[in-house]
């Protein structure tokens, strides 16, 4: 078996479906949690600690059959900034785009405001991005900003 | 106007409370009349207040309105553990506009989203606080004759005052200058100075009062609290520093205003009340006729 070949074993093509490359190691769960990808019905294979030319370590997610809106696949660069969206139909590539930040977030957010009443009652988050270089999350209930540092996931 | 709650001071446009603070006066110059007979007005008050409350108790019952409500949570089933939303779905079926107080952040803004009424923030947590925000506006107008282009400074708490977050946003729609007078610890935050720059306007800080005084139209007091701060000694090192005496103000413009968002404790002292620049209990006595404005455009009556 050649090198070439041990490497495609590890990371197996899809006929249809997405790909998300190039995610930071760490977050490969927490993008398939905020995906719904821990309770689809489709294929879901996933890689931690992948081999990257470009950022040493990576994670990888491949699911058959199954493709993302924009809205939806940007929630995930809140904690994989670096994510590639990859989508295949018939094995060709079809869609290569890096995701963005999207200009408002609901549900997988905690407010950083103990005050705040969406950590009093059962009311799903919402923040408008006003900073999305370094990363600022404003309230929309309580106005205050969560940032980057204290942005921790529900 | 009708129908819409009003839980921050950037739900209105600047049109519009302009239109309100004109029709302010009209209530001013004729406070008592029966435009809300028939009307049920709630106040919710889940932490204590004087002034917002009785104001805007007083506003309803000159109008001919009646009030139900409750000025403490403990008087509510708040007491036994029931939910802010059902609270507020109940009590729209019993008032025809809700006025809340509540200790919560953001509390004002899940209520208009729950509420088959409309709602009227009378401040929530250290968040937003807009009818003190406009009586505060009104009371400009009326002392300086315009809100254009005028020198106001804020003094002590500019971090967790709430009416002085609201202030600074409201006036930004005015070409003011900001002077900002506070302790190191208790600066005026940065998602606020957010709204001073997106406008193209000044502001300048300082921790001694007396820089100030000569160079503004309104002087802001607000009460700095012990137990805002981590450190005891710094409070002790600061706290007589933003107390306004009688005397400090030789060389103030003609012109000048002190207001004061009240209850006061100490900031101001008792020798600036006869001076004819204290302006903070007509500032107060204008809550009454801002508030008549607000809920009778709140209610289409006006």
Not at chain 2, 74 to 93: F, Q
Request: hydrophobic share 40%.
């Amino acid at each position: 078996m050649t090198k070439e070949g041990r490497k495609e074993l590890i990371v197996s093509a899809i006929q249809n479906g997405t790909v998300i490359d190039h995610i930071p190691a760490h977050a490969v769960i927490r993008v398939m949690r905020i995906l719904g990808l821990d309770q689809c019905p489709q294929q879901v294979l996933f890689g931690i600690n992948l081999d990257s030319r470009k950022y040493g370590k990576k994670g990888l997610i491949k699911v058959q059959d199954k493709f993302f809106d924009s809205l939806e696949i940007n929630k995930i660069s809140l904690v994989a900034p670096t994510a590639t969206l990859i989508e295949i139909r018939d094995f060709e590539v079809v869609v290569k785009k890096h995701v963005e930040i999207p200009e408002t977030v609901e549900g997988f957010i905690k407010c950083f405001n103990p005050k705040c009443i969406t950590n009093h009652e059962q009311i799903i988050t919402r923040f408008a991005v006003i900073d999305k270089t370094d990363l600022k999350l404003h309230c929309h209930y309580c106005e205050k900003i969560t940032k980057k540092e204290n942005v921790v996931f529900i | 106007m009708k129908n819409r709650s009003l839980v921050s001071i950037t739900d209105f446009t600047k049109d519009e409370y302009l239109q309100l603070l004109d029709l302010a006066v009209r209530f001013e110059n004729n406070p008592i009349q029966k435009i809300l007979e028939g009307y049920v007005v709630a106040t919710l008050f889940f932490e204590p207040s004087t002034r917002t409350r009785l104001s805007f108790e007083s506003a309803v019952n000159r109008l001919g309105g009646k009030i139900i409500g409750f000025s403490d949570a403990a008087m509510s089933s708040t007491s036994k553990g029931e939910s802010l939303m059902d609270t507020i779905r109940t009590v729209s079926n019993y008032s025809d506009l809700i006025v809340m107080r509540h200790p919560i952040e953001g509390s004002a803004r899940w209520a208009s989203e729950v509420a088959s009424v409309p709602i009227i923030n009378a401040g929530d947590g250290a968040n937003q606080h807009p009818t003190q925000c406009l009586l505060d506006l009104y009371t400009i107008l009326q002392t300086q004759g315009s809100l254009e282009n005028l020198n106001v400074a804020f003094v002590g708490d500019l971090k967790y005052g709430r009416t002085v977050h609201s202030n600074v946003i409201a006036l930004t729609h005015f070409n003011t200058t900001f002077h900002l007078v506070s302790p190191e610890e208790l600066k005026l935050p940065s998602s606020v100075k957010m709204h001073i720059k997106n406008n193209n306007l000044n502001y300048y800080q300082y921790t001694d009062i007396n820089e100030v005084i000569s160079k503004v139209d309104i002087l802001y007091m607000t009460r700095i609290q012990k137990e805002r701060f981590s450190d005891v000694l710094e409070y002790e090192r600061v706290k007589n520093s933003y107390i306004l005496h009688n005397k400090m103000l030789e060389n103030s413009r003609n012109n000048l205003k002190i207001l004061h968002p009240l209850p006061r404790v100490n900031e101001i002292n008792v020798d600036v009340d006869n001076n004819p620049k204290a302006y903070y209990f007509e500032q107060a006595l204008n809550g009454v006729y801002v508030r008549q404005a607000l809920i009778a455009s709140i209610l289409g009556l006006a």
